[in-house]
């Protein structure tokens, strides 16, 4: 059968073309604002895929008008202000028996194309064509179709967006001692690290992670990119958040986790409350995975996050260990179905670029790294450059306002103060929000101040991380900051929440020593909530029906074991929380033990 992907929408970021040839002056104008509505839509990035049907049809077209179609491309990003960053170019052979089932899906003129001129020549009435093409195929009197056949993914984007640049999220994982916050200072400020943490000492948020060289807590830094792909220049010592969020058309935000096995909990928190777009594991080549490391790949197969291997101290690596260690490693993405792609060099990243960056669910990009003489520093600056946003927000910020609470803060003489992200909707200086649920209730609360990136702003648009200066309308209502925490909810009024206890949701058990039952209490991690909940009751699911399964004898229907999947039912052992359906949780005690999804609420 031939291969289909969804069909094109009207609205979105993706266009299909079939291919861009002969176009004339009055045709160059319409595609250029059609594709200016891809990238308003795309928030600044859009994608197109030629030698696609729109009905998602992957037929392809000949290498001769490929070339012309993506010629043609340029020249009408060039038009908007626009620049094609990454090619994806596949090869395809569609076969003759394939089109059986598909004929009447296919226009006349893809068809011309596709068998020779002689032969559609002999059919004018396309009444009779799918007929007649059929009585070929069952004689067998064609064989294939013209053969070498290429579709393309193609990613464009917008030179300047609007007041609020392009942002992206970079989470940063792996073991203790692999880099993280040294390879984070080095990238951020653009310097070279001493051998003995000058690099890291600069962006440790607490003076015992100076000390014990361990981060414990989840800090961020901030890369800006210029139309040209060049990095905004800071300040060593103070970086200038006004100069990047000025200058910049893209923003990468690099969150640095913590990697000792004690502060899970805080990885786990920091993964699934900010939201990144991609994840970028350290793997120390001197020191090979350890049991922290498959916790992290974990976690973002997992929550569904494409990551990036970065493999750092090559400079004190010994050759032997060098090997083994890009060899484990290697295993363990094909153990993922996954291919690893080596990068070294420039061309081997243009390569890359050329046909992985848009297929990072596939692809697992690892860059041999040295934060001490600098070796793959400017290979992951320019990647960061060219890595697509994963999210687009576009039709979220028109829908009513969620912003989930990620810290809180008692300014002197400002007031509270709420850092979150922001999902949905957009924030505006002296709106009215609700806040909550604090003890069961929602409370109104007044927007003062925004600020994004500690840059004063007056609205905030959905997928951007913010800073709001709140105040509560009914000064009767006995509210104060310790009452307000991480978990929360600022909402649009119009969603009239309500507090949630109980919850069902379909779990995946992925490893566990012990058996579970009725009465387990783990630790939930629902986007920004982390709470102890309670297993009430569950039911096992036939893993290809979704159906109660009558596989389990009656001793193992009252426990679930590693491998199972089952429909659960919990209950919040301290406070009501608010979330909604098809959020993720990932259940954790010590170590991760299930992940699955919010099928339902009470």
Known sequence: MINKIAEEKDDGNHEYKYRLINIDKDKLIHLSNQLLYRLVEGNGEAIYSIGVLNNGYLIGINKNEMDESLRNLSEIAKMVDATVCAINRNQITVQIDELRDVLEHMPRIVLDDMFDTSFTSMYIDNSNLTQSINSIIDKN???????????????????????????????????????????????????????????????????????????????????????DGKMIESDINIISYEKIMKDSCKIVTLYDMAGQKEYLKTTIHG?????????????????????????????????????????????????????????NIQTIV????????????????????????????????????????????????????????RFTYDENGKKEVRCTITNTYDKTGIGT?????????IIKTKDVLLVGPIDNKFYNVKIKSIEINHVKVENVTAGNHVGLNITMINTKDNIYIKMIHEGMNLLSPKLNPLPIKKFEAKIYVLHSSTTIKEGYCPMAHINNIRQTVKLLSYIH??????????????????????????????????????????????????????????????
């Open 141 to 227: 009197d064609l064989k294939i179709i013209r053969n070498k056949r290429e579709y393309t993914d193609i990613l464009i984007r917008y030179k300047y967006v609007s007041e609020q640049p392009l942002s992206l999220g970079i989470a940063f994982l792996g073991s203790a001692g692999s880099s993280k916050s040294t390879t984070i200072s080095c990238l951020s400020r653009n310097i070279l690290d001493d051998n003995h943490g000058s690099a890291r000492n600069l962006i440790a948020r607490h003076k015992h992670e100076i000390v014990d060289q361990r981060t414990s807590s989840i800090g961020y830094q901030l890369i800006g990119f210029n139309d």
């Open 271 to 327: 993964l699934s409350g900010n939201f990144p777009d991609y994840a970028m594991v350290m793997l120390s080549a001197n020191s090979g995975i350890t049991p922290m490391t498959k916790e992290h790949i974990g976690l973002c197969v997992t929550l569904k996050i494409p990551f990036i291997i970065l493999y750092s101290k090559i400079d004190i690596a010994p050759p032997n260990m060098y090997e083994e260690n890009l060899s």
């Open 334 to 389: 094909s153990r993922l179905k996954k291919k690893m792609f080596i990068i070294s060099n420039l061309d081997e990243l243009n390569d890359f670029c050329k046909f992985g960056l848009l297929q990072l669910n596939h692809y697992v990009p690892l860059i041999p790294i040295s934060c001490v003489n600098g070796t793959g520093l400017p290979l992951i600056r320019t990647l960061l450059y060219n890595l697509p946003l």
């Open 417 to 425: 103060v709420v850092t979150g992200f922001v999902s949905h909707g």
């Open 541 to 602: 699911l036939n893993k290809k029906n979704n159906l109660l399964s009558k596989s389990y004898s009656e001793e193992d229907s009252q426990v679930l074991r590693c491998g199972d999947e089952a429909l659960c039912i919990f209950e919040f052992q301290y406070r009501t929380e608010w979330f909604e359906v098809g959020s993720n949780i990932i259940l954790r005690e010590g170590t991760t033990k299930g992940c699955g999804k919010i099928t339902n609420i009470f």
